[in-house]
């Protein structure tokens, strides 16, 4: 029904306003002052203001500005001038009385128009804001992979656009359905019960429905549904209620839900943008699960790494030294004068071994690997490369410069990995390895004097070159 406000201070004036809207199917209510108008207005929600432009205790120009409802000034002072400014001010219409009362039959067409133009202007601005809200939830998916934070900001959008005093997103997994986000229900006395509260889809009707259908359950009245002891039970005012799907192609693997404190307050156009909104989660869900299993992917494929060095080096290294000490004992009852050499050669192995476990353990704990210096870090894969071969390798470092963290993991990759080629393809005897630290520049020199080949002929091959070029690609 729609609600009109009349204000007029003349007594026949206000009679016959009276007497045409009683033909009018539109309810009203009479002020005869701006003070009567602007309490009515605190207390009551119009759709219209037909006003007098001048009043016992004011102008009407005052009340246009404060309130957001559409006004037609209705005046006998049929002044151009007074007609621009009311115009000015905002009112939607202009209307000059006459004596034969002949403006009270385009008076009905002037309130039709005005309410079709408020109506548009309504929607209009509804539009604008769902349309903000969807651009600020799209750039939530971007700003970061935590899913909590995600579908927290998701929801605060929500509430910019759809009239709810509550919501939550909850998640399906495995057919049990809990709550990951919500908001509204601070105050309630049981929120840790109902954060903790899982159950099963498959044992609620409507929610089954919605995971075979898709379609969304709208509950214009809770106290006459089977939800009404749940609400009652956790002390939840709710009385209407809107939940639709969240879903990646046919699978269901959540809700996103708003409840009201008022039955009806949720239309078919409310439901279609909380769809909108569901959709942006479902992305968010998706993100968040493509990063989780990326990561540990990451973790698989670093454990498998780290095996295959273990195996490769330290392994091999400490087969080697064992063979070795065996030697030694049998050489020891031949001629000890022989053991020297092959002490030394025990020696190298043990050290190399050693700093090679040195560096995996780093390598275990990133955070450990990250507080390394650089120097100290290139030391180690020099000092295993000299227990792993024969090679004469010279190690050359100064000064210091502070590198971002992903900088400083790329270095100690390329040089591993360099020195790692070195000892499998290079047949070298000498190696030299050179880092030099300024304030703004560090670089990176390995040299040997082993075979070299044809970088144009490799640029697309060895696993080694590609990963070196793969790590230097992610610091240009």
């Not at 039970?233 to 209620?241: A, F, G, V, Y």
């Amino acid at each position: 029904m729609i609600k009109i406000l009349i204000i007029e201070d003349d007594p026949i004036d206000r009679m016959a306003l009276e007497r045409e809207f009683s033909d009018l199917n539109w309810h009203y209510v009479l002020a005869d002052s701006l003070v009567a108008a602007q309490a009515l207005l605190e207390d009551q929600h119009f759709d219209l203001i037909v006003s007098d432009y001048i009043l016992g205790d004011g102008v009407a120009l005052g009340l246009i500005r404060s309130h957001q409802v559409p006004v037609i000034i209705v005046t006998g002072m049929g002044d151009e001038e007074i007609a621009v400014q009311a115009l000015k001010a905002g009112a939607t219409d202009y209307l000059i009385k006459d004596t034969e009362g002949q403006y009270l039959k385009y008076l009905p067409r002037a309130i039709g128009n005005a309410l079709l133009r408020g109506k548009l202007e309504r929607q209009e601005h509804e539009q604008r804001m769902f349309a903000q809200a969807l651009f600020d939830s799209a750039g939530f998916l971007t700003n970061t992979l935590d899913l909590d934070e995600v579908l927290g900001n998701i929801l605060w959008a929500v509430q910019g656009v759809i009239p709810c005093d509550t919501g939550a997103v909850l998640l399906i997994e495995e057919d049990v359905c809990a709550i990951n986000s919500s908001f509204g229900w601070e105050g309630t006395p049981d929120l840790d019960i109902l954060h903790n509260l899982r159950f099963s889809v498959k044992e609620i009707p409507e929610l089954r429905h919605i995971r075979e259908t898709k379609e969304a359950l709208l509950i214009p009245d809770l106290a006459n549904s089977r939800y009404a002891r749940f609400s009652e039970n956790m002390k939840l005012p709710i009385r209407s209620s809107l939940t639709v799907a969240i879903h990646l192609a046919d699978d269901v693997i959540g809700l996103l839900s708003v409840g009201a404190f008022a039955p009806d307050r949720f239309t078919n156009d409310h439901c279609q943008r909380l769809q909108a909104f569901a959709h942006h989660a479902a992305i968010a869900i998706q993100n968040a699960k493509l990063y989780e299993a990326s990561r540990r992917l990451a973790a698989l494929e670093e454990r498998q790494r780290l095996a295959r060095d273990l195996h490769d080096s330290v392994t091999q290294t400490l087969f080697t030294a064992n063979l070795t000490a065996q030697t030694l004992k049998r050489l020891w009852e031949k001629d000890p004068q022989l053991v020297t050499h092959e002490i030394d050669d025990l020696v190298r192995l043990n050290q190399g071994a050693l700093a090679e476990m040195r560096t995996l353990l780093l390598e275990l704990r990133p955070s450990a690997l990250q507080e390394t210096d650089l120097a100290k870090l290139i030391e180690q894969l020099a000092e295993t490369l000299r227990g792993r071969s024969h090679m004469e390798v010279e190690l050359y470092t100064s000064g210091r410069c502070p590198l971002p963290a992903h900088v400083h993991l790329a270095f100690f990759r390329i040089a591993q990995e360099a020195l790692n080629n070195v000892a499998k393809h290079a047949d070298a005897k000498q190696v030299s390895i050179e880092l030099l630290r300024r304030l703004d520049q560090v670089s990176l020199r390995i040299m040997d004097d082993g075979i070299g080949f044809d970088l144009e002929a490799v640029s697309g091959g060895t696993l080694g070159y590609r990963s070196c070029g793969s790590v230097h690609g992610r610091l240009g």
